[in-house]
């Protein structure tokens, strides 16, 4: 039998539909989401709670014309579908494929490209404003938004600024009251008051900011929403519509275990069960980080741990559940973490703050002005630093040490393994007087036998792993395997290599003493290579020992898309066999 959804191509092809047809078509969805997430993988829960919301914003406004921007982007699986994507939606955050998040590279349907939460307030206001000042006031300029991305600073100030326009907007909050990990926050305290009709309507927030406020509906109800959206249609004013809907919706075990079906990797797709973990496998960077932070917690009453919304996701929920007080989940704000961070420092904590790389890049300034600036001693843990597959060009984590290294007083780790990583957080610990970053990747590391003794590091120390003649190579962080397993692999050759731990302060007299003994200097780092650990190198020897030649490996200038993490590391010349045959010109000493 036909499906519904096989015959659609376009939005203008549910236009006709009778509801009967328009709730066969939910159910369908359903079915395809659930069918490609379990074999290929992504983000799961978010969109089956919207395939309702999604259906009737296209069969009621007039996409791509009217514009609709999906904040964060997880949950656009089924507007993909229903815009000319659901044949490629196999490729989805593959190689080549279609992205995970909307683009606009990808679809006129995709009116801002999303990744990085809270921003679609301040998009489609844009839009609105633009088209306004184009004459055109009868365009739609919709926003879907989560409660947990509302409740984040940008959120607020694109709120705010909306208020006092005239312009025609519809910002639609899907309120399932959790982001990955449980929503928190006085906001989450009022929207499910306001949920159990608890708000009378003159305390309205929403109102209160100038909206005309609707809701709470059932946002998986398709006959009520296409009415609302109906009524809201012809408004020319700020319009905001709060759903209620339940992530993971249609999936008994996604409903039921919301954390973990966000994005659940492979599973059964017809009983819905995960595949059962694979035995033995090595432990996750984040764990280590995670289980190693309780262990010092236990021993220093001055530790502290903050997370902005990803307590499962950096491991600090571990922190969290067995010292509640002293890990701390500030939703996704991560720019107030760094400066709640810097509070708690000058009133003497130690404070660990967890941050995936591409998500700090948000509190830039918080770390140069509330932190650098002050000299003050929070530990930022920069998680999934390099290249992190799948999630693609949204999420690299490559930027970090560039950035980072344009500010004063940071000192910036990039430890080589997991032992390493344990026993820098120790030492941090110990006494640490400044601000300071450590960096490591998403995945998993090649030690299985991670819980050792601590033992402390100095960090201005260089490990040899090689002592050869005319060329050196100098690395940083986790990529010391991969040139490790290069140079393993080819014989005989003469080439050294240092791992730095510590990649500024550089240590430059320990490169005074080395490098009269070189020809060559090869600096390799899962990185940018636009003001990188290699930048530095490069930049030292210009001016010290000019007669050098020096080569910097790294993430080239230019965004990574989704692939998987090997493809992008082979298409930056970082992985095994790249290296191997770059390091392998300099077996014969030459000068290249
Ligand atoms: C700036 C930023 N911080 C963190 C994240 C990671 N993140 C992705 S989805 C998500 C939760 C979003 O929750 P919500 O807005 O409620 O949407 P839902 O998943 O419930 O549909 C988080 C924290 C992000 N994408 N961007
Ligand atoms: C959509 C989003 O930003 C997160 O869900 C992100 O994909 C999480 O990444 P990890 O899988 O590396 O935790
Ligand atoms: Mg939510």
Request: some cysteine; charged content about 20%; overall charge negative.
């Amino acid at each position: 039998m036909q499906t519904i959804l096989s015959q659609i191509q376009s939005p203008s092809d549910i236009k006709n539909m009778t509801l009967a047809q328009l709730e066969q078509l939910a159910r369908e969805m359903r079915h395809f989401i659930i069918d490609a997430v379990a074999t290929k993988e992504g983000h799961l829960g978010a969109s089956l709670g919207v395939v309702e919301l999604t259906i009737a914003l296209h069969y009621v406004f007039d996409t791509p014309h009217d514009k609709l921007v999906w904040d964060v982007g997880h949950q656009a699986y089924g507007h993909k579908i229903l815009t000319g994507r659901k044949d490629l939606f196999t490729t989805n955050r593959q190689k080549n494929g279609i992205s995970g998040f909307p683009k606009r590279s990808e679809s006129i349907y995709d009116a801002f490209g999303t990744g990085h939460s809270s921003t679609a307030i301040s998009a489609v206001l844009g839009m609105a404003i633009a088209a306004g000042l184009n004459g055109d006031t009868d365009r739609k300029n919709i926003a879907v938004v989560g409660d947990a991305s509302i409740a984040s600073g940008m959120a607020f100030e694109g709120l705010n600024h909306a208020g006092v326009t005239n312009s025609n907007l519809l910002i639609i909050l899907n309120d399932n009251a959790i982001g990955i990990d449980p929503s928190v926050g006085a906001l989450k305290s009022y929207l499910t008051n306001v949920k159990m009709g608890k708000n009378p309507k003159s305390n309205n927030m929403i109102k209160s900011l100038n909206f005309d406020y609707t809701g709470p509906v059932d946002g998986h109800d398709l006959p009520k929403l296409i009415a609302e959206f109906q009524k809201l249609k012809d408004k020319k004013t700020p319009q905001f519509l709060h759903i209620i809907t339940t992530k993971g919706k249609g999936l008994k075990q996604a409903e039921e275990n919301q954390i973990t079906y966000h994005a659940p990797g492979k599973f059964d797709k017809d009983t819905g069960e995960l595949y059962p973990p694979q035995e033995n496998l090595f432990p996750k960077f984040q764990d280590v980080f995670g289980w190693t932070l309780v262990e010092l917690a236990e021993q220093n009453k001055k530790i502290i741990g903050i997370t902005p919304a990803m307590p499962t996701g950096s491991s600090l929920r571990y922190l969290m559940e067995k010292f509640p007080e002293r890990g701390i989940d500030v939703g996704i704000a991560e720019q107030h973490a760094v400066t709640l961070a810097g509070g708690m420092a000058t009133e003497g904590f130690t404070v660990f703050c967890a941050i995936y790389s591409t998500f700090l890049q948000r509190a830039y300034d918080q770390v140069v002005h509330d932190i650098a600036l002050q000299n003050l001693p929070v530990i930022f843990c920069v998680d999934r630093a390099g290249l992190v597959g799948e999630d693609g060009a949204t999420h690299q984590g490559v930027y970090d040490i560039a950035y980072l290294n344009a500010i004063p007083n940071i000192q910036i780790l990039a430890p080589k393994n997991v032992l390493e990583l344990r026993n820098s957080l120790y030492t941090l610990q110990l006494h640490n007087d400044k601000p300071v970053a450590i960096r490591y990747p998403r995945g998993r590391c090649y030690i299985k036998d991670w819980k050792q003794p601590f033992e402390e590091i100095n960090f201005n120390e260089v490990e040899p792993v090689f002592l050869g003649t005319r060329t050196v190579i100098l690395s940083t962080g986790t990529i010391y395997k991969n040139v490790v397993d290069a140079l393993n692999l080819i014989d005989n050759h003469q080439l050294s290599y240092y791992h730095f731990v510590q990649i500024k302060p550089l240590n430059e007299a320990f490169l005074q003493e080395i490098l009269v003994n070189y020809d060559n200097v090869i600096t390799v780092e899962e990185g940018t290579v636009n003001g990188g650990f290699g930048s530095l190198i490069a930049q030292y020897t210009a001016q010290n020992f000019p007669d050098i030649r020096v080569k910097n490996i790294g993430v080239k200038d230019q965004f990574i898309e989704h692939a998987t993490v090997q493809e992008q590391m082979e298409e930056c010349g970082l992985d095994i066999l790249s290296l191997k045959k770059y390091f392998s010109q300099f077996t014969d000493n030459e000068i290249y």
